[in-house]
C-alpha cells in the first residue's frame, strides 16, 4: 500500500470501532504494552513447543522456521462471514463444473466463453484426465479461496487454490493458543468453533470413497516427506482424524489396488489426500523420475479402486491465465451472478493488456502465472526502476508467463509489532470442503503482511498468521476507548 | 501400523539409548582418565570406550590419535560420527519428527527440547570444565524421554516399538561394556588396583556400582561383576533383564497381531531361555570373550530379523 492512500481498517475508522472488535478495542485499551509482548512471547513458546514449523530450504539459515503469530486476532461478523461464505460455494460448485467440463464434453469452451488455447495448451491441463470421472464428478475436495477486502463492503477473490491448498493447520493451532492464552477475552465473545474441522474434512474424504470400495472407506494422506514445507500439517491433519500419514514407498499397487505396508502385512487403501503434486504422483503416468508417487496410482485411480483427492488435473482451475474467467464459469454453469469479485486482471500475453502493465508497472502487482508463494513477484508502488526494468524485459521475453493486477488497498488489522500495535495488511484463505456437499468451516487463515506498508503476506515473505474469528452475532459499533495500553503507530 | 512408522519408533528408541549410553560412558572415562597416572593409560580408558561404543573403526579413519580431546570430540559432537551423541539426538529428531503422529505431545517435547538446546552447543561445551555438566544433561534427557513414554504412552503398539529399540540397544551396550573389559574380568591380574578402577568403571558405565553391593555384600570380584551384568534379572541394565523385556514386547506385538511370529520370536525365546537358566561358571569356564561375542553377534542377528519382520514388510 502506498502511503498516500488510507486503507480501510477492520477495527476503527473515524473515531468509532466496528462492531466486531468493540471487545477487542477495550482490552488492547486496558492492557499495557509490556504484558502484551509477554503473551506474544507465551504464543511464540507454545508454538515452538509444539514444533509448528514452515520449512523453507535454499536459503541459507535455518530450514525450519517458525511463522511469527500474532496475538491480536481478525475478526468477522456474522452477516459479513455469511455472505463471503455463500460467495465461496458458488464459486468453488463452479470451479468443479469447469473441472468437470474441461475433461468431459468442453462445453464451455465450444460455446466460446473461454478460449481452448487457454484450457488445452496449459500445463496445468492433464490429458491422461480427459473423459475420466472422479466419484461424486469432485475434483477440488479441499479448496482454499485467498480473498482480500477493500472497504466494510467489498471482499475480492485474489487466487484460487485447488490443487494442494495448504495452511488450515493454523487455522487451528492459531485457535487452540488463543484458548489457550487469552480465555476470557475468547469467552467474551461468541466465536464460531473451528475444532471439528478434521471431522468434516474426514466426512468429506470418505463420501468421496471409489466404486469398489465396499466397506467403511480407509483413508491415507500422502505426503511428499519430512522435507517438505507443509510436513507438520500432513502430521497434524492424520492426527486429528486418525489416519495414516503415508510416504510414496510406503504404498504400492497390486492388480490396481492400492495397499499400504504395515506391521501386520499389507492393508488397502481406498481414498488418498495427496498433498504432492499431480507431476509426482506415479511414475508410470507422469514424470519417471519421481520417486515420491506410488507406480500404477492412476491406473488404480482409473479402474475404480481408489480415489484421489484432490483430484489430478485439477491445476487448471486455478492456473491464473484462467483466473479472469472463472466469473464466466459462475454465470455458464450455475446461471448466477458471482457473489465475489475477481481482481481485474491483465494477461500479459494479450498484446493490448501487455502494453498497459508495462506503462503503468509502478502501479501494478505482477505475478508469475504459475508461480506461488509470493515469489517472483513484483509490487509496482513498492518497486524501484531497476527491478522494473528487470520485469519490463522479462514480460517481453516470455509474455505468456505473467499476469498483472492493479495493487489493492488491502485493509489492516491491529497488529502487535515491535512499536506496538499498528496496522497491518491482511488477507484471508477460507477453506472450502466439496465432497457429497459442500462445507465451509467458518473462519480460515488470515496472513498478515508484519513488515510495515507490506502488502506481500506470504509466509516465505515474512509474513505472519492471526487467528480469524467468526462472530455468531452482529455487533454494534461504539466510540473509541481511551487508554493506556494503545500506541498506534 | 505403518512399517515405516514402526522402523522411526524402533530407532527413536535406540537412538535415544544410545545418546544416553555414550553419556555413561564417557562419564566413566573421565573418571578413569582422572584416576589413573600416565599418559599411555589415560588414553586406555578412551580407546575402550571407543571400543565398547562400536566407534573404534570410525574414529581411526579421522586418523588422530587416542587422546582424550580428540575422542571427547568424536563421541560427543562429531557429525561425521554417526553414534556421537549430537549425531543420535539428530537421528531420534529425525524419527521422532516423521512420526509425529505417533508419539504423544510429551515425547515430543522431550525430544524436541533436547534438540534445540543440543543444537546451541559449542566448542566450548565439550571443554574439560564443562564436559561433566554436558554429559550429566544428555543422561538427564534420555531419562525423561524413557520417563515420558514410560509413564505417559498408551500401552500399544507404538510403546512397543519404541521400547523393543531401547532395549536392544541396552542389551547391545551391556554386553559391549563388559566385552571390552573381559580381560580384566578374566586374566590374572598384574595390578590390583588398576583391575579395581576397571571393575568399578564396568559397574559405573550401567550405573550398578550400589545395585552390585545391595545385591552381592561382597568385594568387587569378576565372577560376580559378569554375574550381575549378564544373568541378574534385578538390575534393569542386565542382559538378561533386556531380553526378557525383548521377548515380552515381541510376544506382545505378536498377540495384538493374532499371533503372527516369524524368525525373531524363535530368536529372542531362545536367547532369553539361555540367559535365564545359564551359569556363570560355565559362562566363565567355557570364556567370558567368547559367550560374550556370541551374544553381540546373536543380537545383531535378533535387529536383522526385527527389520525384516516388521519394519520392511
Redesign the interface.
Known amino acids: 500500500m502506498t502511503k498516500t492512500t488510507p486503507a480501510f481498517d477492520e477495527m476503527a475508522a473515524d473515531g468509532l470501532v466496528r462492531g466486531p472488535y468493540a471487545e477487542i478495542a477495550r482490552w488492547l485499551a486496558a492492557t499495557p504494552a509490556a504484558a502484551l509482548e509477554r503473551r506474544r512471547q507465551e504464543a511464540e513458546l507454545l508454538f ?4 509448528i514449523t514452515f520449512a523453507v530450504y535454499g536459503e541459507g539459515g535455518d530450514p525450519e522456521r517458525l511463522i511469527p503469530f500474532d496475538i491480536i486476532p481478525r475478526i468477522l461478523a456474522r452477516a459479513e462471514w455469511e455472505a463471503l461464505s455463500r460467495g465461496l460455494t458458488q464459486r468453488v460448485r463452479a470451479l468443479n463444473l469447469f473441472l468437470l467440463d474441461v475433461y468431459g464434453a468442453q462445453e464451455i469452451i465450444r460455446a466460446g466463453r473461454i478460449p481452448a488455447a487457454l484450457v488445452r495448451q496449459n500445463e496445468a491441463f492433464r490429458p491422461e484426465m480427459a473423459g475420466f470421472v472422479p466419484p461424486g464428478g469432485v475434483y477440488t475436495h479441499i479448496a482454499g479461496i485467498d480473498v482480500v477486502r477493500t472497504d466494510p463492503d467489498n471482499f475480492w477473490v485474489l487466487e484460487d487454490n485447488c490443487r494442494t491448498p495448504s495452511g488450515v493447520s493454523y487455522m487451528l493451532e492459531g485457535r487452540e493458543a488463543m484458548l489457550r492464552l487469552f480465555p476470557d477475552l475468547c469467552g467474551a465473545h461468541r466465536v464460531a468453533p473451528v475444532g471439528h474441522y478434521p471431522e468434516e474434512l474426514l466426512e468429506t474424504l470418505k463420501s468421496v470413497a471409489p466404486p469398489n470400495c465396499r466397506t467403511v472407506p480407509r483413508v491415507a494422506i500422502l505426503t511428499p516427506g ?1 522435507y517438505n514445507s507443509a ?2 500439517e500432513h ?2 491433519l ?2 486429528e482424524m486418525g489416519i ?4 510414496g ?2 504404498l504400492f499397487v497390486e492388480d490396481e489396488v492400492v495397499y ?6 499389507s492393508q488397502r487403501v481406498d481414498v488418498i489426500y495427496r498433498r504432492i503434486d499431480d507431476d509426482y504422483l506415479d511414475p508410470e503416468v507422469f514424470r519417471p523420475e519421481s520417486v515420491l508417487g506410488v507406480p500404477g496410482l492412476m491406473a488404480a485411480y482409473k479402474a475404480g479402486n481408489v480415489s484421489l483427492a484432490n483430484a489430478p488435473g485439477a491445476g487448471i482451475a486455478d492456473d491464473k491465465a484462467v483466473y479472469p474467467y472463472v466469473p464466466e464459469m459462475i454465470r455458464f454453469y450455475l446461471g448466477e451472478e458471482p457473489l465475489l469479485a475477481n481482481v481485474p486482471t491483465y494477461l500479459c500475453e494479450r498484446d493490448e493488456d501487455r502494453a498497459y502493465v508495462l506503462d503503468h508497472l509502478d502501479e501494478l502487482v505482477v505475478k508469475l502465472t504459475h508461480g506461488s508463494g509470493g515469489y517472483g513477484m513484483l509490487v509496482g508502488p513498492h518497486s524501484t526502476a531497476e527491478q522494473r526494468a528487470d520485469f519490463a524485459a522479462r514480460i517481453r521475453a516470455k509474455p505468456a508467463e505473467y499476469i498483472a493486477q492493479p495493487t489493492l488497498a488491502l485493509s489492516t488489522v491491529p497488529t502487535l509489532v515491535e512499536k506496538g500495535i499498528a496496522p497491518r495488511h491482511v488477507d484471508l484463505r477460507p477453506f472450502v470442503l466439496c465432497g457429497k456437499e459442500v462445507r465451509v468451516v467458518p473462519g480460515g487463515l488470515t496472513r498478515v503482511a508484519l513488515r510495515e506498508g507490506s502488502l506481500v503476506v506470504n509466509s516465505s515473505q515474512g509474513g505472519g498468521t492471526k487467528d480469524t474469528w467468526v462472530l455468531e452475532d452482529d455487533p454494534a459499533d461504539i466510540a473509541a476507548p481511551q487508554g493506556q495500553g494503545q500506541t498506534q503507530c | 501400523m505403518l512399517s515405516r512408522t514402526a522402523d522411526s519408533l524402533f530407532w527413536l528408541g535406540r537412538y535415544i539409548e544410545r545418546a544416553g549410553n555414550i553419556a555413561r560412558g564417557m562419564q566413566v572415562a573421565l573418571r578413569m582418565a582422572s584416576l589413573t597416572h600416565g599418559v599411555a593409560r589415560r588414553d586406555s580408558a578412551w580407546r575402550a570406550l571407543l571400543i565398547a561404543s562400536g566407534c573404534e573403526p570410525g574414529f581411526q579413519a579421522t586418523g588422530a590419535p587416542p587422546t582424550q580431546d580428540a575422542v571427547v570430540r568424536y563421541l560427543a559432537a562429531d557429525p561425521a560420527n554417526p553414534s556421537s551423541i549430537l549425531s543420535c539426538i539428530d537421528a531420534a529428531r529425525r524419527n521422532a519428527r516423521a512420526v509425529r503422529t505417533a508419539v504423544t505431545v510429551d515425547m515430543w517435547e522431550a525430544v524436541n527440547d533436547t534438540w534445540s538446546e543440543a543444537r546451541r552447543s559449542t566448542a566450548a561445551t565439550f571443554a574439560p570444565d564443562n564436559l561433566p555438566a554436558f554429559l550429566d544433561w544428555v543422561k538427564g534427557r534420555t531419562i525423561l524421554f524413557n520417563g515420558a513414554y514410560g509413564d505417559a504412552m498408551l500401552r500399544h503398539e507404538a510403546w512397543r516399538f519404541v521400547r523393543l529399540g531401547t532395549m536392544m540397544e541396552r542389551a547391545d551396550n551391556t554386553a559391549r561394556v563388559l566385552d571390552v573389559h573381559h580381560h580384566a574380568l578374566a586374566d590374572a591380574q598384574e595390578d590390583g588396583a588398576v583391575a579395581y578402577v576397571q571393575w568399578q568403571a564396568i559397574l559405573r558405565s550401567v550405573s550398578a556400582v550400589r545395585a552390585f553391593h545391595h545385591v552381592y555384600h561382597a568385594r568387587l570380584e569378576p565372577r560376580l561383576i559378569a554375574e550381575l551384568l549378564i544373568l541378574r534379572p534385578e538390575l534393569p541394565r542386565s542382559v538378561v533383564a533386556c531380553y526378557a523385556r525383548i521377548e515380552e514386547t515381541l510376544d506382545g506385538i505378536a498377540a495384538a497381531h493374532g499371533g503372527r511370529r516369524g524368525e525373531c520370536h524363535r530368536l529372542v525365546g531362545e536367547m532369553h531361555a539361555r540367559l535365564r537358566f545359564g551359569r556363570i561358571e560355565d559362562i566363565m569356564a567355557g570364556g567370558l570373550h567368547d559367550f560374550l561375542t556370541a551374544t553381540i553377534d546373536r543380537n545383531l542377528e535378533l535387529g536383522r530379523q526385527i527389520q525384516d519382520f516388521y519394519l520392511q514388510a
Not at chain 1, 515452538?48 to 514444533?51: F, H, L, T, V
Not at chain 1, 495414516?244 to 510416504?247: A, G, H, I, K, L
Open positions: 515452538k513447543r509444539i514444533g519430512s510436513y507438520y502430521c497434524f492424520a492426527d495414516e500419514v503415508v510416504e514407498p510406503d499400504m505396508r504395515t506391521t501386520t502385512g
